[in-house]
C-alpha cells in the first residue's frame, strides 16, 4: 500500500512527519475519496532535504523543478508570490502516487496523535487541527470535510 510504503521511508529517514488531509481524516474515522497523501513536516533545509530523499527512495520526484534547498530559502516567497501552498512529489509512470508536503504550517505548530495502521504508528493531525486546518483553506472540500469532522467531535 502507496500510504504505508510512504510512511516507512519517511522513518527510515528519519523524517518527523504527521498526516494531515484526506487519509488523516481516515484514520479518524471520516471516510471520503482521495488520492494524496499530505503531510505536514518541520519546514527547515535538514527535514526538507530528508523528505525529497525519503521520497526520491521510492519513486517520487518534485513535480515542479525544485530542490529541497530552494524550498527552504524561498518559501515564503513562493507562498506569497507564487501561491504555492504544498510541494509535490510524483511518480510520473503511476501519477496516481502523489504526495504533498504543506508549506504553510511547520508540524511544530500541529497538534498530533499517534494512529496504528497496518502495523504501524502514524502520527496524525488531530481532529481538531484538522477542523482548525480546513476552515482556514475553506475550498468547497474542505467544506464537507468540515461539517463531518464536527459531527465526530459533537458525538
Known amino acids: ?5 510512504v510512511i516507512q521511508a519517511l522513518k ?4 518527523p512527519y504527521c498526516l494531515i488531509g484526506g487519509y488523516a481524516l481516515a484514520m479518524h474515522g ?3 475519496a482521495t488520492m494524496d497523501v499530505d503531510l505536514a513536516i518541520k519546514l527547515n533545509a535538514k527535514d526538507l532535504l530528508a523528505t525529497q530523499e525519503a521520497l526520491a527512495s521510492i519513486g517520487l520526484d518534485s513535480r515542479l523543478p525544485l530542490q529541497a534547498w530552494e524550498v527552504a530559502r524561498f518559501r515564503k516567497e513562493y507562498i506569497e508570490k507564487r501561491n504555492l501552498i504544498a510541494w509535490s512529489f510524483v511518480d510520473f509512470q503511476q501519477p496516481s502516487r502523489l504526495v504533498d508536503i504543506l508549506l504553510t504550517k511547520s508540524l511544530s505548530h500541529i497538534k498530533t496523535k499517534e494512529i496504528r495502521f497496518a502495523g504501524e504508528k502514524i502520527k496524525v493531525a488531530s481532529l481538531e487541527e484538522l477542523l482548525k486546518m480546513k476552515k482556514q483553506s475553506a475550498r468547497p472540500q474542505d467544506l464537507v470535510d468540515i461539517e463531518r469532522i464536527q459531527e ?3 458525538e
Open 1 to 5: 500500500m502507496f500510504l504505508k510504503e
Open 12 to 15: 527510515q529517514y528519519e523524517v
Open 30 to 32: 471520516i471516510v471520503r
Open 152 to 154: 465526530v467531535l459533537n
